[in-house]
């Protein structure tokens, strides 16, 4: 059974702080790894999607890593603002056709000024 | 705005309410997901419909019945509720594996039952 553990847990850093979340998986067999935001109250919001094939993608100040031989990815957030403030949650989805992605328990990142 | 349309966006009901939550997508996606979000609780997976059919129930309990007329709508159906369903409810949405398998959510339900 797949499983997903995100690190740290909780993360309070000053404004324009480089960040880097983690997030590690038990199984390599995976389709993708997808990363999200989530503001409390609200939906979550993906910021970034990896193909299994690929090592990386980039979306403006945020880069998430791919290393599936040692289940791990890393977003990592360049010169962070306080509207970054949020829980930050990595989910994968499995390979062999299932369609029920597993959720890390997320990050719950604040930036104060 | 991710293109999954959820309502109603917040809900106050009794339990013994019938009520009902909604999610809409016109995204082209075929598999559509519910999800609870408890205070300080991981997400839980409720159910999974792939081309309207039901292909997960994760143990939910029958005073939560779901449904997905098409692809495109789906449904929560809440039927004496305890107050510890008081939740907030996810509802998602992806693309098959000719696409990315790209998940989608709406903003949720947040329901309170008293």
């Known amino acids: 059974k797949q499983e997903v553990t995100q690190i740290p847990a909780a993360l309070s850093v000053p404004e324009g702080e480089n960040l880097v979340l983690n997030c590690s998986f038990t199984?390599?067999?995976?389709?993708?790894l997808q990363w999200f935001r989530q503001d409390p109250g609200k939906g979550l919001t993906s910021l970034l999607l990896?193909?299994?094939?690929?090592r990386e993608q980039t979306s403006g100040r945020l880069n998430a890593s791919l290393d599936k031989s040692s289940g791990r990815s890393t977003l990592y957030i360049a010169a962070s603002q306080p509207g970054d403030s949020a829980t930050y949650l990595c989910?994968?989805?499995?390979?062999?056709?299932?369609?029920?992605?597993?959720f890390g328990r997320g990050t719950s990142l604040i930036v104060h000024p | 705005e991710t293109g999954v349309t959820q309502t109603p966006r917040h809900l106050v009901m009794g339990m013994t309410n019938k009520k009902s939550l909604k999610c809409e997508q016109h995204?082209?996606?075929?598999?559509m997901y519910w999800y609870k979000q408890s205070a300080k609780k991981p997400l839980e997976l409720m159910f999974v419909?792939?081309?309207?059919?039901?292909?997960e129930n994760n143990s939910v309990p029958s005073r939560f019945s779901p449904e997905c007329p098409n692809s495109s709508h789906l449904f929560l159906h809440l039927h004496t509720l305890q107050p510890e369903d008081s939740a907030l409810y996810l509802c998602?949405?992806?693309?098959?594996?000719?696409?990315?398998?790209?998940?989608?959510f709406g903003e949720g339900s947040r329901l309170t039952v008293l």
């Open positions: 998602a949405s992806s693309k098959d594996r000719a696409n990315t398998g790209e998940l989608f």
């Open positions: 199984d390599s067999a995976i389709y993708n």
């Open positions: 990896i193909q299994s094939s690929q």
């Open positions: 989910a994968v989805l499995p390979s062999g056709g299932s369609y029920i992605p597993t």
């Open positions: 995204l082209g996606h075929n598999a």
């Open positions: 419909y792939n081309f309207k059919e039901q292909t």
